[in-house]
């Protein structure tokens, strides 16, 4: 090859590399980044037990007991939460919110380690930021659902979308503001939770 | 007259400090001379800052000019060397020293002027420029003599070692020669200033992988660089791992050298994309002649990446990533004085060099082809990406705000008082935030000595630091003053014996200008007083000899008729823990028209905080509901600082306290310390 060859191959091989390869790579070793560790679940921590059971029946410490009644409980209300919040909007109004997820700036939150996860922090500060600090009781949700991850993190994304898009009228920020904290509360339980039962179940995992 | 005695007690008083810096030696005595001769002392700092970039740009021109002969080729080095993100980073981190970086590339100058022709003349220019780096920065002198053995060992392999006997490899061999007997030389010269190396630069830690993957030992030694551990409890163990662990935090990571921006924090600073573009694209143009740059660039950017491999920059390395240490750890662990330079991401400066220059080489291959066109135009081009890079590039450092180089009213009023060594509150023992840093500058209007410093870095100086104030009751209580829980215990005979030292003056702060340029992340907070503080200050000094609104002055000589110790422990303070406050969650209070907030219902005599808005006053108040009482009143606020607020409830029984927006749009209000003094 002569020079202006090289020059002309080197310079497309420096183009692919700043606008193709480097922020893909980039933006995937971002992403992994925000993978957080598993959170416990009540069924993930007892099929453990009964995996290291000795007799297929585990035995189970009645402050472990105790501690995982409360990691159920906990997880119900975050559910029952996570549902008040996003059925807060009529159906028509959510199903816009999901459509336009993909608008919404990245979380504010992400790999903070004062939370939980960084979805439930950024609404309450999405909201204050767009509505002001108003707050109102949530109603109880009168929803049930499975309570499965997956469901709830896209739940509170369309929450999420609703704030950023301005979906919500003032009450119904008021009332978003009121329950995102309400569970930001459940949730630092959670966490606090989480990590005695990582410390008590350390020897036996 | 000159002082030539290197300890000080105007800084760090009474135990004193060492000013003889082996890296900054001939920084201070240019800067020295400058401010001697009447230059103000800013536009000093700011020259010598300018004069490092100039610098810069024209020794590794002058490099390239030598290795290519062209003007236009070495404009290409010279535009990289001087525009790579490590230079505006560490110019904005104010280590002016290391932004002195052309100094590599004069010396890399006087390498290639030995090889081509050696002569005693060129000896003596290729060991007086590595000589002189020692005076100007440490890290330098050891880049140097790195880049000087990869130079050395690049000429062998490319001679090639079985032929350098024969008679035609007389000057090849008279060349390495004399870069070995320059570099040994320059050693020799720099041998007396060891012993003062060794003292600034304590002996270093083993690098421990462990150390790097355990959080809490990770939060352990954040404790420690934030400030924000007790210092009666620091040790030489804890001090070792807390620098062990900085080799760590300052080694850079995958995604920095992939993303290749301008970053605010030098940590995470690189050789910047541009200079690797240029790099491969000279690699691309001159091919072979470029070999020997682009593996020494190659090595440099590899040991860039510290001990363990770190994908994402993440601040704790996953417990894997140890499994394979990366080369800087065996040059740390094995080579002599290596350990020395503990900041693996400097060691970019050597692989900007190279890459700059073989940009230049590839310029030339590029000016001297008759089937290209004119480079000039491509030039420009460069120049103007080069140059507009910290407008748009990453934290965009021509976006940050200047530094205000104003001092504060009350730093004129000490400077009226009479003599005695100055306590600045709260006591910080890690440069943490702008007002810590800038002790020193307020020094030099008020001349009074003073206790605080931002210059206990080193491991040695924090314990002496330590052994001082660990003995004394009321220096233990005001370090840290505004984090430190209740209670605090004074006793009369340690005031007694801080006025036998000499010690007069302490100055406390009302309103501090908020931190637009932090340091350690959003640390403004560790400056602000809270209310258990200012009534410890009230009780040990009594009425302030000077109170401008914003800043107080006590006397010491007030508390020298106290004869039992004071105690505030801090039990009728009720701490409202709010759940917008920006230290610990972040939330900001953003009130819309009307909108009101409710921040405390109950008894209560006073409502404290420190609040920060870009707002006018009047647009934020406070309002106070109680029986037969409704009162609302504006929140005293200083647009654009930290005020510390103390309102009086003025109700009886159980009171309801709110914040209202009374703008015409939207208030931001930061708040923080939210307290009610029952």
């Not at chain 2, 006073?606 to 406070?622: D, K, L, P, S």
Request: net charge negative; hydrophobic share 45%.
């Amino acid at each position: 090859m002569n020079l202006p060859q090289r020059i002309f191959w080197g310079s497309f091989a420096v183009c692919a590399w700043l606008f193709v390869v480097t922020p893909s790579l980039s933006d995937a070793i971002h992403r992994s980044t925000l993978e957080g560790p598993e959170p416990f679940s009540v069924s993930t921590v007892r099929s453990i037990l009964f995996e290291n059971g000795d007799t297929g029946a585990p035995d189970i410490d009645p402050d472990l007991k105790e501690m995982l009644s409360e990691l159920a409980a906990l997880e119900l209300a975050e559910n029952e939460r996570v549902t008040a919040l996003w059925s807060l909007v009529d159906i028509d109004t959510r199903t816009l919110a999901l459509e336009k997820i993909g608008a919404v700036p990245p979380l504010t939150y992400a790999v903070d380690p004062r939370f939980f996860d960084p979805l439930t922090p950024s609404i309450v500060q999405r909201t204050i930021e767009a509505y002001g600090f108003t707050l109102e009781p949530l109603p109880r949700s009168t929803l049930t659902q499975r309570g499965e991850a997956g469901d709830q993190r896209e739940q509170l994304m369309t929450v999420l979308s609703l704030i950023h898009h301005d979906l919500l009228s003032q009450e119904q920020a008021a009332m978003t503001l009121q329950g995102a904290m309400d569970l930001l509360d459940l949730q630092m339980k959670r966490k606090t939770l989480e990590e005695r039962l990582r410390s008590q179940l350390e020897d036996q995992l | 007259m000159w002082d030539w005695n290197p300890m000080t007690t105007e800084i760090l008083f009474p135990i004193g400090y060492n000013l003889w810096s082996f890296g900054h030696m001939a920084l201070q005595l240019i800067g020295g001379v400058l401010v001697a001769i009447g230059v103000p002392l800013i536009v000093s700092y700011n020259l010598l800052l300018l004069a490092g970039c100039w610098t810069s740009a024209l020794a590794a021109h002058a490099l390239a000019r030598e290795l290519t002969g062209s003007h236009l080729a070495a404009f290409v080095a010279g535009t990289t060397f001087a525009t790579t993100p490590y230079l505006y980073a560490e110019g904005g981190a104010g280590c002016i020293e290391l932004v002195a970086a052309g100094l590599i590339p004069l010396y890399v100058f006087c390498l290639v002027r030995v090889m081509r022709v050696p002569s005693t003349k060129r000896f003596f220019q290729a060991t007086l420029s590595l000589a002189i780096i020692g005076l100007f920065n440490w890290y330098y002198t050891l880049f140097a003599g790195m880049f000087g053995v990869a130079f050395l060992m690049w000429q062998l392999i490319e001679i090639g070692p079985t032929s350098l006997k024969r008679p035609d490899r007389n000057l090849h061999r008279k060349g390495l020669l004399m870069v070995v007997g320059s570099m040994l030389l320059a050693a020799a010269l720099n041998a007396p200033l060891i012993a003062e190396a060794r003292r600034e630069t304590p002996q270093r830690p083993g690098l421990s992988a462990s150390l790097f993957a355990d959080e809490i030992a990770f939060e352990e030694v954040r404790s420690v660089t934030n400030g924000s551990h007790p210092i009666d409890e620091l040790n030489e163990a804890l001090l070792e791992r807390v620098d062990a662990i900085q080799v760590h935090f300052n080694s850079t990571s995958i995604r920095s050298l992939l993303d290749g921006k301008f970053e605010v924090n030098p940590l995470h600073s690189t050789p910047g994309k541009l200079a690797y573009v240029v790099g491969f694209l000279g690699l691309v143009a001159a091919g072979r002649r470029t070999w020997g740059w682009i593996a020494i660039s190659a090595g440099a950017t590899l040991l860039t990446l510290g001990p363990y491999l770190n994908i994402s920059g993440a601040l704790l390395l996953s417990s894997s990533a140890s499994d394979w240490p990366l080369p800087y750890y065996w040059a740390h662990e094995y080579l002599p004085f290596f350990a020395k330079a503990y900041r693996p991401y400097r060691i970019g400066i050597i692989a900007s060099t190279a890459l700059s220059t073989a940009g230049a080489i590839g310029a030339a291959a590029w000016i001297r082809s008759s089937t290209m066109p004119r480079i000039q135009p491509v030039l420009v081009v460069l120049a103007l990406v080069a140059f507009s890079q910290p407008h748009w590039s990453g934290d965009m450092p021509s976006q940050r705000p200047l530094a205000d180089a104003s001092v504060q009213d009350i730093y004129s009023d000490l400077a009226e008082l009479d003599e005695g060594a100055v306590i600045e509150l709260p006591i910080q023992y890690q440069p943490v935030t702008t007002a810590n840093a800038r002790t020193q500058y307020n020094q030099t209007v008020h001349r009074h000595p003073i206790l605080n410093s931002n210059q206990l870095i080193r491991r040695t100086d924090l314990l002496r630091f330590r052994d001082f104030v660990a003995d004394n009751s009321a220096l233990q209580t005001f370090v840290d003053l505004s984090r430190k829980d209740t209670p605090y215990i004074v006793e009369p005979q340690d005031l007694h014996a801080l006025k036998k030292i000499g010690f007069r003056w302490l100055v406390a702060h009302r309103t501090i200008p908020e931190d637009t340029v932090s340091l350690a992340g959003e640390m403004v907070h560790a400056d602000l007083l809270p209310v258990e503080a200012w009534q410890l200050l009230s009780e040990l000094f009594g009425e302030p000899v000077v109170d401008n609104g914003e800043s107080v002055i006590w006397d010491l000589e007030n508390a020298l008729s106290l004869q039992a110790p004071v105690h505030i422990d801090g039990e009728n303070i009720i701490d409202l823990g709010l759940i917008f406050d920006p230290v610990e969650t972040g939330f900001p209070l953003v009130l819309f028209p009307g909108q009101a907030v409710s921040v405390y219902e109950g008894e209560g005599e006073r409502f404290t905080a420190w609040v920060h808005t870009q707002n006018q006053e009047g647009e934020t108040t406070f309002r106070i509901e109680g029986p037969g009482i409704v009162r609302e009143e504006p929140l005293p606020i200083q647009p654009g600082h930290w005020q510390y607020i103390d309102i009086p409830i003025d109700g009886e029984g159980r009171i309801n306290l709110k914040i209202v927006g009374r703008a015409e749009g939207p208030v931001r209000l930061n708040i923080t310390q939210a307290k009610v003094v029952k």
